[in-house]
C-alpha cells in the first residue's frame, strides 16, 4: 500500500511528486497521458515562472518531470476512473466472495484504512490520495482555433498578454473571466474588441463599469466567432451577428478564448465537496471535505490557476498529507 497516491503529473502533481519523495513518503503518481506536464505543455512560452524567463511550456514541462525523474520518483500512466473508501472496497470484495464462495482472497485486507483508486490499469491502494488532475479551457469549436493555439490564439491573457503589447487582439465571451482578461489586455494593447454573443454581460457590474470606462476597449454586441483565420499565426476572425446574420472581417493578432474552464474533477463526485462547477473546495492547506483526500493545483478553488500557485499547492498538500498520516 502506497504512503499517498498522486492522480495527474501537471505542475501540481509533479511539485507534491518531488516533495513526497523528499520527505520519504512512498508515493505513486498516476498519469493518464503518455507525457506529464499537464497544461503547460500547450504553452507557446511561459514567461510569469520566477527564475526562468521566457520558457517554452513544454520544457518547463519537460524540467519538472526531470526534477522528479532524478530524484528518483515512481510514475505509472493510468487513468484514474475512481477513488474509493477502502472500507467500501473491502465490503465490495466481502459481497463479491460471498457470491463466488471458491474464489479465495486474502485475509489481510486492510480495515478501514485508506483508498482504493481504480485506474484503467487495475486498482491501487493508497492511504492518502492527492487529486492534481487540473483543469481544461472550453474551446470555442471553431476552425482556425486549433491549429493557431500559442500562435495567438490563447486561454489565458495573465499568461499570454505581453506578448501583444501595442497589437489589437479579441476576447471572445461575456463572464467575469473574458471581462477580466479584456481589462488586463486593454493596458498592453493598442485596442480589444470584447466579443459576446448576447446584448449583456454576465460579468459582476464592478467589473462592467470598468470594462466601459476604457477608450481601447469596444464590446461587440451579439457576435459570435466562426472561424480564426491565419497561416503561421492569428490574422483575423470572421464574426456573425446573431441578430442580423450579418458577417464581418476583424483583423486582429490574437485572440484570448473565455468562454469557460472546465475542472477535471469528475472522479471526485460524491466522494469530497465541490462548487456547483466541479471544483474542490479545499483551502491553502488542500484538505478536503474527506479525510486522507487532498486537492492541489487547478481543481482546487481559488483565485489564480498559474503554474506557480499549483506548485505551490503540490508542496503544501504533502504537509498535510504528512500531517495527516503522523497523525494516525
Ligand atoms: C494555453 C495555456 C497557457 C498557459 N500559460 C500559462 C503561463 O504562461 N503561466 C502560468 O503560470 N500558467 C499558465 N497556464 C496555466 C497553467 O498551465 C496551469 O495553471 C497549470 O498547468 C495547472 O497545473 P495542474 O497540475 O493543477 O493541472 P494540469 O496542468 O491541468 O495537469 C493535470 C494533469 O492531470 C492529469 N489527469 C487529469 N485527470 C486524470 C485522471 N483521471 N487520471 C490520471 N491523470 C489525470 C492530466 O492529464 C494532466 O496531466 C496556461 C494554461 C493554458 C491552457
Redesign the pocket.
Known amino acids: 500500500m502506497y504512503d499517498l497516491v498522486i492522480?495527474?503529473?501537471?505542475?501540481?502533481?509533479l511539485s507534491a511528486s518531488i516533495y513526497a519523495k523528499r520527505a520519504g513518503l512512498n508515493a505513486l503518481t498516476?498519469?493518464?497521458?503518455p507525457m506529464?506536464?499537464?497544461?503547460?505543455l500547450?504553452?507557446y512560452?511561459?514567461?510569469?515562472?520566477p527564475g526562468l524567463p521566457g520558457i517554452n511550456?513544454f520544457d518547463l514541462g519537460m524540467k519538472f518531470r526531470e526534477h522528479a525523474d532524478k530524484l528518483g520518483c515512481e510514475f505509472m500512466e493510468?487513468?484514474?476512473?475512481e477513488i474509493r473508501q477502502a472500507l467500501a472496497a473491502e465490503q465490495r470484495l466481502e459481497a463479491e466472495k460471498s457470491e463466488m464462495k471458491a474464489a479465495s482472497f486474502s485475509d489481510d485486507i486492510e480495515r478501514d484504512l485508506g483508498f482504493a483508486v481504480v485506474?484503467d490499469q487495475g486498482e491501487i491502494k493508497a492511504r492518502t490520495v492527492l487529486a492534481?488532475?487540473?483543469?481544461?479551457?472550453a474551446k470555442l469549436g471553431i476552425p482556425g482555433e486549433e491549429e493557431l493555439?500559442?500562435m495567438g490564439v490563447?486561454?489565458?491573457a495573465?499568461?499570454?498578454g505581453a506578448f501583444f503589447r501595442g497589437k489589437v487582439t479579441a476576447v471572445v465571451g461575456g463572464g467575469d473571466v473574458a471581462v477580466e482578461d479584456a481589462i488586463f489586455l486593454a493596458r498592453a494593447c493598442e485596442k480589444v474588441y470584447l466579443i459576446h454573443r448576447r446584448d449583456e454581460l454576465r460579468a459582476a457590474a464592478v467589473l462592467q463599469k470598468e470594462v466601459m470606462s476604457l477608450p481601447n476597449v469596444e464590446i461587440l454586441w451579439d457576435t459570435v466567432a466562426k472561424k480564426i483565420e491565419g497561416t503561421d499565426k492569428v490574422q483575423a476572425l470572421v464574426l456573425e451577428n446573431v441578430k442580423t446574420g450579418e458577417s464581418r472581417l476583424l483583423t486582429v493578432d490574437g485572440v484570448f478564448v473565455a468562454v469557460g474552464i472546465i475542472p477535471?474533477g469528475d472522479?471526485l463526485k460524491g466522494l469530497v465537496d465541490q462548487d456547483e462547477r466541479g471544483y474542490v473546495l479545499a483551502g491553502e492547506d488542500c484538505m478536503t471535505s474527506m479525510s486522507g483526500v487532498f486537492a492541489?493545483?487547478?481543481?482546487r478553488k481559488k483565485k489564480l490557476?498559474?503554474?506557480?500557485?499549483?506548485v505551490a499547492?503540490g508542496a503544501n498538500a504533502v504537509t498535510s498529507v504528512l500531517e495527516y498520516l503522523n497523525s494516525k
Not at 492522480?7 to 502533481?13: E, L, N, R
Not at 492534481?132 to 479551457?137: C, S
Not at 490557476?305 to 499549483?310: G, S
Open positions: 492522480i495527474g503529473s501537471g505542475p501540481a502533481g498516476l498519469e493518464q497521458n506529464s506536464g499537464g497544461q503547460v500547450n504553452t512560452e511561459v514567461d510569469n515562472y511550456g493510468a487513468a484514474v476512473q485506474t492534481a488532475t487540473g483543469a481544461t479551457h493555439t500559442g490563447s486561454y489565458c495573465t499568461c499570454d477535471s472522479i492541489a493545483g487547478d481543481i490557476r498559474q503554474v506557480v500557485t499549483a499547492d
